[in-house]
């Protein structure tokens, strides 16, 4: 069964300072990742995904995850955050259907 | 990039009546869409896979008389949420997915609230 968690429930992180995101996943084979982000009230948005090939994907906003299989982790980072990054992020796994992590919030203080 | 709209964005209804939910992939054909539902500060939660021409499939615990979808054309889903009740109100979102392709497309949601 596949299946993902995110540890995090909320990140308080200041302007300006990195941010990184966990997620650790459960998967049969080679896993397809993906990392989302959602506003409040709004659908999801894609950040970025894991399919094969480099384990650092760059993604949009200035996003990046590195897929480590021996830790079956696909963590997203961010090196500078800005206030729009305040959302809720969910990291996800599966080929067909996907199974969601419970996401982390991501408050943004000035 | 491929867009998934929703309709309504947001309805309320009175308990015991039906509601529909449309979901349309505008620019790519959808042989596949799912459903998910949402609760506050919660995560997303699978209700049913939707695949064009034939019946849904649904997850585990999720009343298929209650919650009818039709996937009746390549690039039209439809959820209806049957009798509603008080604890259907939720956040239901749907995604798509081109043939052959893993990446799913989310519409931007429907809230439904049922007084």
């Known amino acids: 069964a596949q299946s993902v968690t995110q540890p995090d429930i909320h990140i308080t992180v200041s302007e300006g300072a990195s941010l990184e995101l966990r997620c650790n996943y459960s998967y049969g084979a080679t896993p397809y990742l993906f990392w989302y982000v959602q506003s409040p009230g709004q659908g999801l948005q894609l950040l970025l995904k894991?399919?094969?090939?480099?384990?650092l994907v760059q993604g949009i906003k200035g996003f990046e995850a590195e897929f480590k299989r021996s830790q079956s982790s696909f963590n997203l980072r961010k090196p500078s955050v800005h206030w729009s990054d305040a959302a809720e992020y969910f990291c996800?796994?599966?080929?067909?259907?996907?199974?969601f992590g419970a996401g982390t919030t991501v408050t943004v203080r000035a | 990039g491929a867009v998934v709209s929703q309709h309504p964005s947001w309805v309320i209804c009175k308990s015991g009546t039906s509601v529909k939910i449309e979901c349309r992939s505008l620019d790519f054909q959808a042989t596949t869409m799912f459903w998910y539902r949402q609760f506050p500060k919660q995560s997303l939660m699978l209700m049913a896979t939707s695949n064009e021409g034939s019946k849904a499939t649904y997850e585990q615990g999720v009343e298929k008389d209650k919650f009818l979808i039709n996937h009746a054309s390549l690039t039209l889903s439809t959820l209806t949420v049957t009798s509603a009740h008080p604890e259907d109100s939720s956040f239901y979102i749907c995604?798509?997915?081109?043939?052959?392709?893993?990446?799913?497309?989310f519409g931007p949601g429907t809230r439904l609230t049922v007084t």
């Open positions: 995604s798509a997915g081109e043939p052959g392709q893993y990446e799913q497309y």
């Open positions: 894991y399919f094969s090939g480099d384990t």
């Open positions: 996800a796994v599966g080929d067909y259907k996907l199974s």
